[in-house]
T-cell receptor
């Protein structure tokens, strides 16, 4: 079975600073990988996804993520954080072998942005 | 297309009562998923439909839970004899299939008192 670890429960960065959120996964085959963002009381919005091909993936809102197979990681980055980026971020892995492609989520990282 | 809709947004119920939630997926999406999210945690998979067929159920889905998608369009999730441990956000998502991400609804927050 697949699993996802997000080692940082909370991260605080200053507005304008760069951001990296860590995600490590466990899965025996080539995974499908996702990053979602959730604002308080809301559903999840897809930031970006990786299925195959180029290991550097561009997403919405200026986010990018890099798939590193050797490290089983899919870290999310943004060069300059805006106050509106404060939210909870979830990394997820989908089982490529499974017809239903159910997602397994990490525990999330709560991002706070200092003015 | 208005995305994935869930109703109600909030539900407060007394322990032991039955509740039912509705999800309307994006119309051309044939896959529909239910997830549960408790406070401070990531969403956990409950069940999945391909059109009207329920193809996978998690061990989290006890016999008090039942989900249907009668015509392959909207879906309902019913919880019978609710318990305080059922308090959570129930998220619905839909997808076109492999190679596509999910689109989530805004969720139904259930509070059992």
């Amino acid at each position: 079975a697949q699993s996802v670890t997000q080692p940082d429960i909370h991260i605080t960065v200053s507005e304008g600073a760069s951001l990296e959120l860590r995600c490590n996964y466990s899965y025996g085959a080539t995974p499908y990988l996702f990053w979602y963002v959730q604002s308080p009381g809301q559903g999840l919005q897809l930031l970006l996804k990786y299925f195959s091909g180029d290991t550097l993936v561009q997403g919405i809102k200026g986010f990018e993520a890099e798939f590193k197979r050797s490290q089983s990681s899919f870290n999310l980055r943004k060069p300059s954080v805006h106050w509106s980026d404060a939210a909870e971020y979830f990394c997820a892995v989908g089982a490529s072998h499974n017809a239903g492609n159910m997602l397994t989520f990490g525990g999330g990282t709560r991002l706070m942005v200092k003015p | 297309d208005t995305g994935v809709s869930q109703d109600p947004r909030h539900k407060i119920t007394k322990r032991g009562q039955n509740v039912t939630f509705r999800c309307d997926p994006i119309s051309e999406h044939n896959r529909l998923y239910w997830y549960r999210q408790t406070l401070g945690q990531g969403p956990e998979f409950l069940t999945y439909f391909q059109n009207e067929a329920q193809l996978e159920k998690s061990r989290l889905l006890s016999d008090r839970f039942s989900a249907e998608r009668p015509k392959g369009s909207f879906s309902t999730l019913e919880i019978q004899r609710t318990e305080q441990g059922d308090s959570a956000m129930y998220l619905c998502a839909s997808s076109l299939g492999d190679g596509h991400g999910y689109t989530f609804g805004s969720g139904t927050r259930l509070t059992v008192v």
